[in-house]
């Protein structure tokens, strides 16, 4: 049996026992939710956003789904309400910073706070054997920025609890800063980027900014970047040691009001980012989002995940 085959196998029966765990019903106390807890998930009009606001919806919490444009989103939200799920819609553009503020205005007024932030909206233009870098200021504004802008914007609203709030940033493995593959080749970088003691919103900053700027000037295709999806690549790196750095920024607060933050990769979902191509369900792909939202008794944060098990990044 070749690589691929034994991967496929592991995948087939990884996915097979998620498909059991997710039959297994939270117990009473294992359930720190309620349909007071509100959950917000970004880019939830379709693919795998909108099927992990229909498993929190499912688990009884209330889901605001959120979208860039009004009336899919509407036309998303109502797919749930018909269900008779507890579902409200809000318009949400993360790389709009007055949507954002609209939308955060909206929620304090409405909600007083939330207690789940699924920053799941992102962009990807390449496909197969691709590697254009056209839209590359768009990919990182979106999937890097954006999800920073909320994070900042939601942070102050997330409520106080003794479970603590949780925020679930959807990423990729393609980000990962030591995979066996397409890692960025400057090793003082990598290191950098690595260390906690030097890493910093500065530093990541300044990495996705060098390479937009090295895009302008195209010297970008020597400057050992990731070679896959580069700037999808370089968006999800960017988000997940943003997430290992906002873990340590959050772990100062006191008990009850705790934060905590993860990354995972939804693994290869057939959705419209990969032209319905991919192994995974969007179902499936959702799946480790919300696990990783409820987790009861167990506080992790700071964690890369996939399929219900922690990765390294
Ligand atoms: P889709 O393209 O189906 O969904 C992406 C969602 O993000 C859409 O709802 C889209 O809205 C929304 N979005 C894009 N830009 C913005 C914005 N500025 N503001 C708000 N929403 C926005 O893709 P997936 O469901 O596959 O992707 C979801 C997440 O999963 C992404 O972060 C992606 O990078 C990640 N991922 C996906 C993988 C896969 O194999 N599919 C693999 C690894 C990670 P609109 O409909 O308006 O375009």
């Not at 993360?94 to 699924?118: K, R, Y």
């Not at 397409?182 to 390479?211: A, H, P, W, Y």
Request: proline share 3%.
């Amino acid at each position: 049996m070749g690589n691929k085959e034994r991967a496929k196998e592991r995948r087939e029966k990884r996915h097979q026992e998620i498909s059991f765990l997710r039959t297994i019903p939270y117990s009473d106390h294992q359930r720190w939710w309620s349909s007071d807890t509100i959950a917000v998930v970004t880019g939830a009009n379709r693919g795998i956003g909108f099927e992990i606001a229909h498993q929190f919806a499912l688990h009884g919490l209330t889901v605001i789904l959120t979208s860039r444009e009004t009336k899919v989103g509407e036309e998303a939200a109502n797919v749930l309400q018909q269900g008779g799920l507890n579902v409200v819609f809000h318009q949400l553009d993360v790389v709009d910073p007055s949507s954002i503020e609209l939308f955060a205005d909206w929620v304090n007024q409405t909600f007083g706070g939330i207690d789940i932030l699924v920053n799941n909206a992102g962009v990807n233009f390449n496909a197969g054997s691709d590697n254009s870098v056209e839209f590359a200021e768009k990919v990182i504004g979106t999937n890097y920025f954006g999800t920073k802008n909320m994070i900042k914007t939601m942070t102050p609203l997330m409520r106080p609890s003794a479970s603590g709030a949780r925020i679930v940033n959807v990423s990729s493995r393609l980000g990962r800063l030591n995979g066996r593959r397409n890692r960025i080749g400057n090793l003082s970088l990598r290191q950098q980027l690595e260390d906690d003691d030097s890493l910093s919103e500065e530093l990541i900053d300044q990495t996705v900014t060098t390479f937009l700027e090295q895009v302008k000037d195209g010297s970008w295709t020597s400057s050992g970047w990731p070679q896959v999806f580069t700037d999808y690549s370089l968006s999800k790196l960017a988000v997940n040691t943003y997430t290992r750095l906002m873990s340590r920024v959050l772990s100062d607060r006191p008990e009850g009001q705790k934060i905590y933050i993860n990354c995972y990769c939804p693994g290869w979902v057939k959705t419209a980012m990969t032209g319905w191509a991919g192994h995974t369900s969007p179902e499936e792909g959702a799946d480790t989002a919300v696990w990783l939202a409820l987790l009861p008794d167990q506080f992790v944060s700071g964690k890369f995940f996939a399929e219900r098990r922690e990765i390294n990044y």
